[in-house]
């Protein structure tokens, strides 16, 4: 089954923290690249939605996956889509806070 992949409010300020973060240290080139592979890599839940690693005692039916080992993914499947919860950079951590 295919799901459509929706980002929420939070993930896509997260993205755009990201851009900037990176744009800063290195370029707006590589910034646009990076956070275009996150989304990218993001869109691929619409098929195999259930990868990752279940989380439910941060939040129910809670999954993440990492990505190029500095950003961590939090999603949820929902029965037609995949709702990306948050995307978090350089070691922040996934906290039960910032689903509230």
Do not use: N, W
């Not at 707006?28 to 279940?54: D, N, W």
């Not at 999954?63 to 950003?71: A, D, H, K, N, S």
């Not at 037609?80 to 919860?85: A, N, T």
């Amino acid at each position: 089954m295919e799901r459509r992949v929706t980002f929420s409010p939070r993930a896509e300020s997260q993205l755009a923290s990201i851009f900037r973060y990176v744009a800063r240290a290195a370029s707006p080139s590589i910034a646009s690249s990076f956070t275009e592979s996150i989304v990218s890599h993001c869109l691929k839940f619409s098929t195999l939605s259930h990868r990752g690693t279940k989380r439910d005692d941060i939040l129910p039916g809670l999954r993440t996956i990492g990505f190029r080992r500095r950003v961590t993914i939090s999603f949820r499947v929902e029965p037609e889509e995949v709702v990306i919860l948050g995307v978090f950079y350089g070691g922040q951590s996934v906290e039960a806070r910032h689903f509230r």
